[in-house]
């Protein structure tokens, strides 16, 4: 057996010896492991950020760098194709650090076109898998509260907000007029007070005589007034009064032959008769005047208008109410 495997055997056997028995643990375990080691290196980075460190250790440092002039300038499209430009000649062909930030430049502008192409269909694996760690973190990563503490259960209380508010309504003053109108109706009653004049009635029997026959009917309390004379024929007065009487009556009212003032004695010897007749607003009184004595009778009819009463009715026409129940 030739040195170099003997050698080799025993490599394998120290590391074999060196190595931890491996087994699978949970996700949990693993997630704790490496966050104590991540907490285990802490300490020791935290030391070593600072400028002088940053200054000997990251290549190319400079306080002033060239990239500072772009900062607050609102278009960089000529320094980006300036860029572009050096890093596609011979900038780009540069060793070490120095070529890093042109390899950065030349993947931008060439990747686009040789990127390999992938579909991603809704059920892939990659997707349902990152739906089932965003729905429940503790149940794939564990329980992170024994290594991060800065996420704390906290209550926040907003307390009643009370808020008043105010409503204003108001009315336009308007300048408006109305009237109250008193409205008179009068209402025309046929009927006559007492002593008021109703008609005569006149007959002329003798044409050679001195006088002719006058019935001059007015109106009484509850009947009319019948009164019988002559009259002179060259004077117009009374020649012979033959007499008054209250006689039955009313106005509209159709009445038969009744009769009126009567003498028959040693000086005067005659008879008086009256009737009336009405058709609407129109009357007419008969008179008749006889002589038993002598056997004679005379006949004379009279037409009148009916008089009439008239009484008022007094009425306002309020057309001021809307406006009152308004300014109410």
Not at 50 to 75: D, I, K, L, R, W
Not at 213 to 228: E, K, P, R, S
Not at 280 to 291: M, T, Y
């Amino acid at each position: 057996m030739s040195p170099r495997r003997i050698a080799g055997i025993l490599l394998a056997a120290l590391v074999a010896t060196a190595l931890p028995a491996v087994h699978a643990q949970s996700l949990s375990d693993a997630f704790n492991q490496g966050a104590a080691l991540g907490q285990s290196g802490n300490t020791a980075a935290q030391g070593q950020i600072n400028g002088t460190t940053a200054q000997s250790s990251v290549p190319g440092y400079t306080a002033n760098p060239p990239q500072a002039s772009y900062f607050g300038n609102p278009g960089i499209s000529a320094p980006a194709t300036a860029a572009a430009n050096a890093c596609a000649g011979g900038l780009g062909n540069a060793a070490g650090y120095g070529a890093q930030a042109c390899n950065a430049v030349n993947f931008s502008q060439t990747h686009p076109s040789i990127r390999p192409n992938f579909t991603i269909a809704p059920n892939d694996p990659l997707l349902a898998g990152g739906k089932t760690i965003t729905a429940d973190p503790q149940a794939i990563a564990g329980n992170i509260a024994g290594s991060y503490s800065d996420c704390t259960v906290q209550t926040s209380t907003q307390p009643d907000i009370f808020q008043t508010e105010i409503c204003h309504q108001y009315r336009t003053m308007d300048s408006l007029s109305c009237d109250k109108v008193l409205i008179v109706t009068p209402i025309q009653t046929p009927g006559c007070s007492a002593g008021q004049f109703l008609t005569r009635v006149t007959a002329n029997p003798c044409p050679s005589c001195v006088d002719y026959l006058a019935y001059d009917f007015t109106c009484g309390a509850n009947d009319y007034v019948m009164h019988v004379f002559t009259i002179n024929k060259s004077t117009g007065g009374v020649y012979t009064d033959l007499g008054t009487l209250n006689v039955p009556g009313t106005l509209n009212a159709q009445i038969p032959k009744t009769p009126g003032p009567t003498q028959i004695n040693g000086y005067y010897c005659y008879q008086t008769y009256y009737s009336q007749s009405c058709s609407g607003a129109n009357c007419s009184i008969g008179a008749w005047f006889s002589n038993p004595c002598q056997g004679t009778s005379y006949y004379g009819v009279s037409t009148f208008a009916m008089p009439t009463t008239v009484s008022f009715i007094d009425t306002w026409d309020d057309q001021c109410a809307a406006l009152e129940a308004r300014a109410q």
